[in-house]
């Protein structure tokens, strides 16, 4: 199966900034998502892009699929976007499972 | 509208003790997936569902078992619990094909003495 690698592992940030999550893929993938994990533990849906760019709100994500890679930006964090961030994907060509990163946690201070 | 909703969500066993997870989706969505989420670990998918009545394997099965005899709901049985088991289980579901934009519950929180 492929392997997904997101960096950094941790993160932390003053209210205000911005930062840039990398989901790194061993090979072509499909149905690539973002996840917030918030610290109740509730996982949300953030981004079905499979490529090109999406945009909601101070949140975007861009997937470059041929370059196995895809970024999260978050700009004029808050606290709220406190949690651990997921991505996924699925190996390109075969019905098989959608295979998750480790997460990034991102701590937002106020 | 719920969407996806997970039952119970705590949940303390003995080893050996049988048990049943539930979920229910309103989103008349035809595939559903069971995910296990240990520490460090990301999400694993447990098993999974195309359709009514159908049920596949997903990476850690073993242990395991779930129905589908329902559109709208899928369940994940645990035989004979294990320690090993102890972790949060999510449920998800997805509308178009299969792994397209899931959409998870509100996870169970398991733990097996």
């Known amino acids: 199966g492929i392997q997904v690698e997101q960096s950094p592992p941790d993160l932390i940030l003053q209210e205000g900034a911005n930062s840039t999550l990398r989901c790194n893929f061993s090979?072509?993938?499909?149905?690539l998502q973002w996840f917030h994990q918030n610290p109740w533990g509730q996982l949300i849906n953030l981004f079905y892009i499979p490529s090109g760019t999406k945009q909601n709100g101070r949140l975007s994500a861009t997937t470059v699929a041929t370059e196995r890679y895809s970024l999260l930006y978050i700009s004029s964090s808050q606290t709220t976007d406190s949690g651990v961030y997921f991505c996924a994907g699925d190996y390109t060509g075969a019905n098989s499972k959608l295979t998750f990163g480790k997460g990034i946690t991102l701590s937002v201070r106020p | 509208n719920a969407g996806v909703t997970q039952t119970p969500k705590f949940r303390v066993l003995k080893t050996g003790q049988s048990m049943t997870l539930l979920c229910a989706q309103d989103m008349n969505h035809e595939y559903m997936y069971w995910y296990r989420q240990d520490p460090g670990m990301g999400l694993r998918l447990i098993h999974y569902?195309?359709?009514?009545?159908?049920?596949a394997k997903g990476e850690v099965p073993d242990g395991y078992n779930v129905s589908r005899l329902k559109k709208q709901n899928f369940l994940l049985g645990l035989e004979s619990a294990a320690p090993s088991q102890t972790s949060v289980y999510f449920c998800a579901a997805a509308q178009g094909v299969v792994n397209e934009k899931l959409f998870f519950g509100s996870g169970t929180q398991l733990s097996v003495l």
């Open positions: 090979d072509s993938v499909n149905n």
């Open positions: 569902s195309v359709g009514e009545g159908t049920t």
